[in-house]
């Protein structure tokens, strides 16, 4: 069976956070290209550059088994016939636990491959501010892009 991929960036990006929160790594794994460009840098830690290292580095917090709920915020979308660029807010919480853990920042782009849209890069970085207003998500009307040039 051939990968569908993802018609837009923003179904990468749901599928993205779901296969997160399931701890799921061939669903994570189905949302990056298969390019040996493609990195990811989760919050305190080194670049993960090429499939092989995105994959592990994915494994190893996938392996620690906790559970999270992530929420997106402050959403800031700019997409071209090539590449789309997500600036966001992620707020993680654990089921159960009352703690309160600061926003995360996160930058991810997708490519258009074969027509259809790949996580190319994901990187992610803790948010100076914790007490930083969240704001939902609003989607962009249809067909409103922001060119990147």
């Not at 061939?26 to 989760?42: G, K, P, Q, S, T």
């Not at 670049?47 to 906790?66: E, T």
């Not at 009352?98 to 849209?117: C, F, K, M, S």
């Not at 704001?135 to 409103?144: D, I, N």
């Amino acid at each position: 069976m051939t990968d569908p991929g993802f018609a837009t960036p923003e179904e990468a990006e749901r599928a993205f956070y779901d296969a997160f929160e399931a701890l799921d790594l061939n669903a994570m794994m189905a949302v990056w290209a298969d390019r040996e460009f493609i990195e990811c840098i989760h919050p305190l830690s080194d670049r993960a550059q090429g499939r092989p290292q995105v994959q592990a580095s994915c494994r190893q917090i996938f392996d620690g088994g906790l559970r999270v709920q992530l929420r997106c915020s402050n959403i800031h979308r700019t997409q071209d016939a090539l590449l789309a660029i997500h600036v966001l807010y992620e707020h993680l919480s654990t089921p159960g636990e009352e703690a309160h853990h600061p926003p995360v920042i996160a930058t991810n782009i997708y490519q258009l491959i074969d027509g259809r849209w790949r996580m190319v890069l994901h990187h992610a970085s803790p948010s100076p501010d914790d007490d930083l207003e969240q704001q939902p998500e609003t989607p962009a009307p249809p067909g409103s892009h922001r060119r990147l040039h």
